[in-house]
Structures are given as structure tokens and as C-alpha cells.
């Protein structure tokens, strides 16, 4: 049910982001999905996004009735660049999709421009990247609209499933807000082919309540992740780029990248160290989207980052010692 708690939880969402509108839904997928059909894109049209990220980012553009592309990602940071994009741009190309995947966000400026220069629509898939900022404007603010994710696992996380759609424009929030009712506007009078995405009172107050340590957590997060760039000092493990500001970074995840990513993981495992890989198979290798999704340029850095990345514990409620026995434990791994 739609009510106050909601309304309050998406002003406090909105302001946070540091945009006008914010619009409560049922989910994450249903975030991006709500984004892609709101901006009427022609169906059909191609959304270039990254292999690299959860099926939620390619199904939601699959269920607004249009084309995903695979753009290659950087080695180093696992993110789609503006010269992958570039290369797999084609005349139905109608929008990109970025994903801040482990909750980076990067070169939004040149993101900005490059979408100007060839009239695209700019997505921003956050659902991992809560109030990451670069040059002090927040993850969901630069695109036409962000998609954010409150699983229980993400860094604001409710008890169940529930997401946001943040926006400077007033149209698209209106439609959403339309669309996610079952597209009436007043009871009972259904302007558009609608969904039931509605974000519920309980989920929402418990949000609100969580909200208060979502920044702390994540400078936690951040502090961890400080240590293990300071502190990991072996060869076989490589290090992602480092954000090129601090709050550029939320740590979702700290990933590493290693030649024997399966030994590592083992190692791990036995020394009692859980760890899980984002993600093992890229999205144009999986069976539901091979020969859907457009593949129209090498994948290569794609494929070798799902065949090396591991992430390794990282979340506010660590400890010293806990940090430290990582930190030993990937220290003195040899394959
Ligand atoms: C979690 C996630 C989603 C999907 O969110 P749901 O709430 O599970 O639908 C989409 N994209 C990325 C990058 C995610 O991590």
C-alpha cells in the first residue's frame, strides 16, 4: 500500500540523491524497467550496457521492449568506458545504461558528454552504489534517472524486496508514480498499460530507520577497504583501481582479481573466510541471453574479469581482528 511513510522515506531519498523526485517501486529490476518504458524509447532500440552486472540490469531492458548491447568493460575497474561504448554505438542506439558496479562512480562528466554529443539517453543502474558522489553530486543525479535496489544485501538494505527510481524531471517521475499503480492517475481511471510496483508502508518505515546509518556504514565500508589497499601485499592478487576521490567509492563489494581465483577462493574457505564472485558469467554467456542480447565487438576483458575476480568480505559490521585475518589470509596464499 501506498501511504505517508513512503511518501516521507522518498523525500528523504530525494534529497539525499540531490534531485527534485523519487519514486518508490517494488523492486530494483522494476526501477530500471519503470525508467526505460517512462522515457518512451522507440521499441527496439538498442541500450548499451555491461556484461558485468546482475540479469536484473539486461531484463528490465529486455521487458521495456527493447535491444540490450554489450559494450566491453575497463580491466581495471570493471566498468563500461566511453571508447567501449563508442565502438558499438549504431544508428538505433537510443540510450546507455551505466551500472556503478561495486559501487563506483566514475567519469560522469565525460559520460554526460558523450551521450549529448550522440543524443542518448543517460540510465544510471545504483542499486549498488547508494550515495556514492563524484565531484560532490551523488550516484542518480547525472542520468535522466537512477535505479536504485533496498535488497536486504545492499548497502541500504530492508526486509524484503523494494527499490527507487531517483529524477530531475517531472514527467518521468509523474509516469513512473502512474505506472507503478497499475497506470491510473485516479481510482479506477487506467490512462496506461501500468504495473503493480508499489513500495509498502512496513518496507518503508523500516528503511527510514535503517537510512540513519546508511552514511556511516558506508565510511565504514570505505575504512576496510583502506586497509586492504594499504595492507595486501602479494603478487598473485591484484588490486582494482583505486576511486579517484574517496567518496567516489561505497564499497558494495571489494573485488580483487587473481590468475587462480578458484584456489584463492578454496584458500580462503579453509581458513573460514567467506567470499563470492560478481560475477562468474557474463551476460552474453548465459543461456537466456546468448543470441539475445547484441554482441557486435570483443568481450575479452568482460570474460577474463568473470574468470578472475573474487570479492572478499568487506561490510560495516568488521572488526580489527576480522579485517586482519583476511589480510593474513590472502597475504600468504601461493597457488
Ligand atoms: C541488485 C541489483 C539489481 C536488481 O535489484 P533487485 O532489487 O534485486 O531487483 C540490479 N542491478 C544491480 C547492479 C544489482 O546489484
Same mark, same amino acid.
Given at each position: 500500500?501506498?501511504?505517508?511513510?513512503?511518501?516521507? !522515506?522518498?523525500?528523504?531519498?530525494?534529497?539525499?540523491?540531490?534531485?527534485?523526485?523519487?519514486?518508490?517501486?517494488?523492486?530494483?529490476? +522494476?526501477?530500471?524497467?519503470?525508467?526505460?518504458?517512462?522515457?518512451?524509447?522507440?521499441?527496439?532500440?538498442?541500450?548499451? @550496457?555491461?556484461?558485468?552486472?546482475?540479469?536484473?540490469? *539486461?531484463?528490465?531492458?529486455?521487458?521495456?521492449?527493447?535491444?540490450? *548491447?554489450?559494450?566491453?568493460?575497463?580491466?581495471? @575497474?570493471?566498468?563500461?568506458?566511453?571508447?567501449?561504448?563508442?565502438?558499438?554505438?549504431?544508428?538505433?542506439?537510443?540510450?546507455?545504461?551505466? *551500472?556503478?558496479?561495486?559501487?563506483? *562512480?566514475?567519469?560522469?562528466?565525460?559520460?554526460?558528454?558523450?551521450?549529448?554529443?550522440?543524443?542518448?539517453?543517460?540510465?544510471?543502474?545504483?542499486?549498488?552504489?547508494?550515495?556514492?558522489?563524484?565531484?560532490?553530486?551523488?550516484?542518480?543525479?547525472?542520468?535522466?534517472?537512477?535505479?536504485?535496489?533496498?535488497?536486504?544485501?545492499?548497502?541500504?538494505?530492508?526486509?524484503? +524486496?523494494?527499490?527507487?527510481? @531517483?529524477?530531475?524531471?517531472?514527467?518521468?517521475?509523474?509516469?513512473?508514480?502512474?505506472?507503478?499503480?497499475?497506470?491510473?492517475?485516479?481510482?479506477?481511471?487506467?490512462?496506461?498499460?501500468?504495473?503493480?510496483?508499489?513500495?509498502?508502508?512496513?518496507?518503508?518505515?523500516?528503511?527510514?530507520?535503517?537510512?540513519?546509518?546508511?552514511?556511516?556504514?558506508?565510511?565504514?565500508?570505505?575504512?576496510?577497504?583502506?586497509?586492504? !589497499?594499504?595492507?595486501? +601485499?602479494?603478487?598473485?592478487?591484484?588490486?582494482?583501481?583505486?576511486?579517484?576521490?574517496?567518496?567516489?567509492?561505497?564499497?558494495?563489494?571489494?573485488?580483487?582479481?587473481?590468475?587462480?581465483?578458484?584456489?584463492?577462493?578454496?584458500?580462503?574457505?579453509?581458513?573460514?573466510?567467506?567470499?563470492?564472485?560478481?560475477?562468474?558469467?557474463?551476460?552474453?554467456?548465459?543461456?537466456? !541471453?546468448?543470441?539475445?542480447?547484441?554482441?557486435?565487438?570483443?568481450?575479452?576483458?568482460?570474460?577474463?574479469?568473470?574468470?578472475?575476480?573474487?570479492?572478499?568480505?568487506?561490510?560495516?559490521?568488521?572488526?580489527?581482528?576480522?579485517?586482519?585475518?583476511?589480510?593474513?589470509?590472502?597475504?600468504? !596464499?601461493?597457488?
Amino acid at each position: 500500500m501506498l501511504g505517508p511513510e513512503l511518501e516521507a !522515506f522518498e523525500r528523504e531519498w530525494a534529497r539525499l540523491v540531490g534531485v527534485p523526485h523519487a519514486i518508490g517501486v517494488a523492486n530494483g529490476m +522494476d526501477a530500471l524497467s519503470l525508467s526505460l518504458m517512462s522515457s518512451k524509447l522507440e521499441k527496439g532500440s538498442e541500450v548499451i @550496457t555491461s556484461p558485468v552486472t546482475a540479469a536484473a540490469t *539486461v531484463l528490465a531492458i529486455l521487458r521495456a521492449g527493447l535491444v540490450p *548491447v554489450m559494450a566491453d568493460v575497463d580491466p581495471g @575497474t570493471g566498468l563500461l568506458t566511453p571508447r567501449t561504448v563508442e565502438r558499438v554505438l549504431s544508428n538505433k542506439t537510443t540510450a546507455v545504461l551505466l *551500472v556503478h558496479l561495486y559501487g563506483q *562512480v566514475r567519469g560522469m562528466e565525460e559520460w554526460i558528454q558523450l551521450c549529448q554529443a550522440h543524443q542518448l539517453q543517460l540510465f544510471e543502474d545504483c542499486a549498488q552504489s547508494h550515495l556514492a558522489e563524484e565531484n560532490g553530486r551523488s550516484a542518480g543525479s547525472f542520468g535522466l534517472t537512477g535505479s536504485f535496489s533496498f535488497y536486504p544485501t545492499k548497502n541500504l538494505g530492508g526486509i524484503g +524486496d523494494s527499490g527507487m527510481v @531517483t529524477t530531475q524531471s517531472p514527467e518521468i517521475a509523474e509516469n513512473i508514480r502512474l505506472l507503478r499503480n497499475y497506470g491510473q492517475r485516479n481510482r479506477y481511471i487506467h490512462e496506461e498499460i501500468g504495473l503493480n510496483s508499489r513500495l509498502d508502508e512496513i518496507q518503508a518505515a523500516y528503511l527510514r530507520l535503517k537510512l540513519k546509518s546508511l552514511e556511516s556504514g558506508n565510511s565504514k565500508r570505505r575504512s576496510v577497504a583502506q586497509r586492504y !589497499f594499504n595492507e595486501l +601485499d602479494n603478487p598473485e592478487i591484484i588490486l582494482l583501481s583505486p576511486p579517484s576521490q574517496r567518496r567516489a567509492h561505497v564499497y558494495h563489494q571489494f573485488v580483487v582479481r587473481a590468475k587462480n581465483r578458484d584456489k584463492l577462493a578454496k584458500h580462503l574457505e579453509r581458513c573460514g573466510i567467506p567470499s563470492l564472485i560478481h560475477y562468474p558469467t557474463p551476460i552474453h554467456r548465459q543461456p537466456a !541471453f546468448s543470441g539475445i542480447v547484441g554482441v557486435k565487438d570483443s568481450l575479452v576483458h568482460s570474460e577474463a574479469f568473470s574468470e578472475s575476480v573474487l570479492s572478499i568480505p568487506c561490510h560495516p559490521g568488521m572488526v580489527a581482528s576480522e579485517i586482519e585475518t583476511v589480510l593474513n589470509a590472502l597475504n600468504e !596464499f601461493r597457488s
